[in-house]
Nanobody, 125 residues
């Protein structure tokens, strides 16, 4: 049974940083693409970043490049999202997902069959 558990969210002032973690179990973590998505109140869930099995391929939403960094530790079955210089518009629930798509980094929700429960990030101005 695949299980993804996010942690690390919280309340931070604009300009601050947070590091989200997503611990995975029930899958061959070192073989799979992991992704982060977020959902702001009243909006659809959107792609944030994805990383392939080795960490050698990474993709970000264009608007987040330079502020967010995705990484993974396969020996810990964990993927991370380092978020710097946070802005109020970064507020939302952040979800990690696993994709079994091969050949390219998945960016669409439909390509991620399993999700965590989400962790709330609130950035105050």
């Amino acid at each position: 049974q695949v299980q993804l558990v996010e942690s690390g969210g919280g309340l931070v002032q604009a300009g601050g940083s947070l590091r989200l973690s997503c611990a995975a179990s029930g899958l061959t973590f070192s073989s799979d693409t992991m992704g982060w998505f977020r959902q702001a109140p009243g909006k659809e869930r959107e792609f944030v970043a994805a990383i392939n099995w080795s960490g050698g391929q990474i993709n970000y939403a264009d608007s987040l490049k330079g502020r967010f960094t995705i990484s993974r530790e396969n020996d810990k079955n964990t993927v991370y999202l380092q978020m710097n210089n946070l802005k109020p518009e970064d507020t939302g629930v952040y979800y990690c997902g696993v994709s079994f798509v091969r050949g390219f980094l998945a960016r669409r929700q439909s390509e991620y069959p399993y999700w965590g429960q989400g962790t709330q990030v609130t950035v105050s101005s």
